[in-house]
């Protein structure tokens, strides 16, 4: 499976290899589920057949899959899909997560104090990651491929040319769907010819890209054929109205959760009384009908 998946990036597809290492890199034991060595906590809780079966299983060191390049290409596919998904949701307080170890990569990174040039594998995609989010792909392509990175993970690609030209083909893709889902409120219409220039695509792909964005209706825009201008809609709500909508969707849960407990209490106590008031318009006194009912009994014996 993470040969599949490894194998799917090399070709371009980045949703493929992220669904297809999803589950061994989100269970934190890569190199244990590979049979590439054990761990030491596991080690502790086995006896001693136990840890020859394991050893047994055991991949040769030939075989195995370098556990940095592993998860690079596992986070970088992340990077990919999740920056344009955040700027598309900005504002939306019920979005989801399609990548936890990538959020908490991202919030690793929020809570250094001081933030120098990044060294290890992890650091540089963050770094690249807040560049994407400024639509600015070039910092995000420097972050992404130098000699670091190359000698790191790409260097160990077969073809590893092909995978680099196709990382910056993808960075330049995303980053212009991130740059028009970040600032698209702030135009009222932009040339084709200028976003082309700007993230050096060719005219056709971003036609493609725009179109596909506007028919999928994650962009409210229109397409100009004679200028060949993307002309914005203006009908996604501002930051205030967004604002007000999720005061008013929490203020709903609130009235319903105070709702929901009122009844709970009323379903409690308000049952009690109101089965004493049916008690004392039988002339049953404030009995409820089963104690009453027992008092009868007791006197017919």
């Not at 084709?192 to 179109?211: C, G, K, N």
């Amino acid at each position: 499976m993470v040969q599949l998946g490894i194998c799917a990036f090399r070709q371009g597809l980045t949703k493929d290899a992220h669904n297809a290492l999803l589950d061994i890199q989100s269970s934190g034991r890569a190199k244990e589920l590979l049979g590439q060595g054990l761990l030491l906590r596991s080690l502790q809780e086995r006896n001693q057949e136990q840890e020859k079966v394991e050893r047994r299983r055991q991949v040769p060191f030939h075989l195995h899959i370098n556990l940095e390049l592993l998860e690079c290409v596992y986070l970088v596919s992340a990077m990919l899909l999740e920056i344009p998904y955040m700027a598309a949701h900005e504002s939306d307080a019920r979005r989801r997560m399609i990548s936890k170890q990538f959020h908490h990569q991202l919030r690793v990174g929020e809570r250094q104090p001081l933030l120098g040039p990044p060294e290890s594998m992890r650091e540089h995609v963050v770094a690249a990651s807040k560049a994407m989010k400024m639509g600015d792909w070039k910092t995000c392509h420097s972050f992404i491929i130098n000699e670091k990175m190359n000698g790191k993970v790409w260097d160990l690609f077969p073809e590893a040319d092909k995978v680099r030209t196709m990382l910056v083909r993808k960075i330049q893709e995303e980053s212009l769907r991130t740059y028009l889902f970040t600032y698209s409120s702030v135009y009222d219409s932009i040339s084709m010819e200028t976003l082309s220039d700007m993230f050096e695509l060719d005219l056709p792909t971003v036609h493609s890209i725009i179109s596909k964005m506007i028919i999928n209706e994650e962009l409210m825009a229109s397409l100009d054929q004679p200028t060949q201008t993307v002309v914005m809609h203006r009908t996604e709500p501002t930051a205030q109205q967004n604002l007000a909508l999720q005061l008013a969707e929490k203020l709903g849960s609130l009235v319903e959760n105070n709702e929901r407990v009122f009844d709970h209490k009323q379903g409690t106590y308000g049952g009690y009384f109101r089965d004493q008031k049916d008690g004392y318009r039988k002339n049953e006194g404030y009995l409820r009908r089963g104690a009453y009912r027992q008092q009868q009994s007791q006197t017919a014996y």
